[in-house]
T-cell receptor, first 116, second 114 residues
Framework: GAGVSQSPSNKVTEKGKDVELRCDPISGHTALYWYRQSLGQGLEFLIYFQGNSAPDKSGLPSDRFSAERTGGSVSTLTIQRTQQEDSAVYLCASSLRTSGAYNEQFFGPGTRLTVL | AQSVAQPEDQVNVAEGNPLTVKCTYSVSGNPYLFWYVQYPNRGLQFLLK??????LVKGSYGFEAEFNKSQTSFHLKKPSALVSDSALYFCAVGSNTGGFKTIFGAGTRLFVKA
């Protein structure tokens, strides 16, 4: 596609339910990133993928959060047993095939998650 | 470890005046520095970056930034602000020793008054 797409755009769920967020990066982009942006806050790094592997998972807030990427393309971020503090906008970004963080990232529109 | 600081939550400037949005960073190795902008109800957009070379980099919409190694700063500047520049600005840093990891600052909200 022309840009990074994310689905759903909005998700409202009840506390304790599991949610799955999807990201389709720009074709050919090797690196894929997930961030969380809470209301009035900056971007919190969650995880990045280099191809299908995630060398650094230290940004995931808890073991309720997991992410995977298959075929070097689509990625899903799963939050199990959601809590109200998980409410935020989850942003996905991708960048060109490269060996490091020196290429700019292209961001998707985000998924706004609300946990009631 | 990488970190980035944007010391101002908000910057106010009159249209036509020069603007500066501050950013300082800390990395191991050589820094890769970025500025992104988030307009209301729109996604984050890349403005400019410093990887190597000239310390003054120019980007989109007339913005520029100066890399200062001794002060570990990468301030965003524009000679003449426009009302349409009002947005949330993020500084971000990666490094040649940090893999793909990029850390974003907390953001600075810029208000340009007509």
């Amino acid at each position: 596609g022309a840009g990074v797409s994310q689905s759903p755009s909005n998700k409202v769920t009840e506390k304790g339910k599991d949610v799955e967020l999807r990201c389709d990066p720009i074709s050919g982009h090797t690196a894929l990133y997930w961030y969380r942006q809470s209301l009035g806050q900056g971007l919190e790094f969650l995880i990045y993928f280099q191809g299908n592997s995630a060398p650094d998972k230290s940004g995931l807030p808890s073991d309720r959060f997991s992410a995977e990427r298959t075929g070097g393309s689509v990625s899903t971020l799963t939050i199990q047993r959601t809590q109200q503090e998980d409410s935020a906008v989850y942003l996905c970004a991708s960048s060109l095939r490269t060996s490091g963080a020196y290429n700019e990232q292209f961001f998707g529109p985000g998924t706004r998650l609300t946990v009631l | 470890a990488q970190s980035v600081a944007q010391p101002e939550d908000q910057v106010n400037v009159a249209e036509g005046n020069p603007l500066t949005v501050k950013c300082t960073y800390s990395v191991s190795g050589n820094p890769y520095l970025f500025w992104y902008v988030q307009y209301p109800n729109r996604g984050l957009q890349f403005l400019l970056k410093y990887i190597t070379g000239d310390n003054l980099v120019k980007g989109s919409y007339g913005f520029e930034a100066e890399f200062n190694k001794s002060q570990t700063s990468f301030h965003l500047k524009k000679p003449s602000a426009l009302v349409s520049d009002s947005a949330l600005y993020f500084c971000a840093v990666g490094s040649n020793t940090g893999g793909f990891k990029t850390i974003f600052g907390a953001g600075t909200r810029l208000f340009v008054k007509a």
